[in-house]
């Protein structure tokens, strides 16, 4: 069994693995899985069940991150990891979360490029 994952927008046709991934995706039993955003919905799921956050709390914080990884489960959770390791994100004593200042995450720009971007 062999799994690879990319973006579709990271490997065009001059790209080093683009002939051998067009070989196998022509060969019998490969299969192609997409795998999509998340919607909205979804995204507050897992930001609540990451923080362990009441679902008002996650929206409330969705909302504000969403513009910054488009529903990108992984580029949402890189996003909280660097929100907390820069002190925006904090957990309360008292349970719960505060992010940013007053109540407010500000990240300072995209997760999407990824590190060392």
């Known amino acids: 069994m062999l799994v690879g994952a990319c973006r579709e927008n990271d490997v065009d046709a001059g790209h080093q693995t683009a002939a051998a991934l067009s070989r196998w995706l022509g060969?019998?039993?490969?299969?192609h899985v997409?795998?999509?955003?998340?919607?909205?919905?979804?995204?507050?799921s897992l930001v609540g069940e990451t923080l362990r956050a009441n679902p008002d709390a996650a929206a409330g914080l969705v909302e504000l991150i969403e513009p910054s990884t488009s529903g990108n489960p992984f580029e949402t959770v890189e996003l909280l990891n660097t929100l907390r390791r820069d002190g925006l994100l904090t957990a309360m004593a008292a349970g719960g979360?505060?992010?940013g200042h007053r109540g407010r995450a500000r990240p300072s720009g995209q997760v999407r490029d990824g590190p060392g971007s």
Do not use: F, K
């Open 27 to 31: 060969q019998a039993g490969v299969r």
């Open 34 to 44: 997409r795998l999509d955003n998340l919607p909205t919905q979804s995204l507050v």
């Open 97 to 99: 979360w505060r992010w």
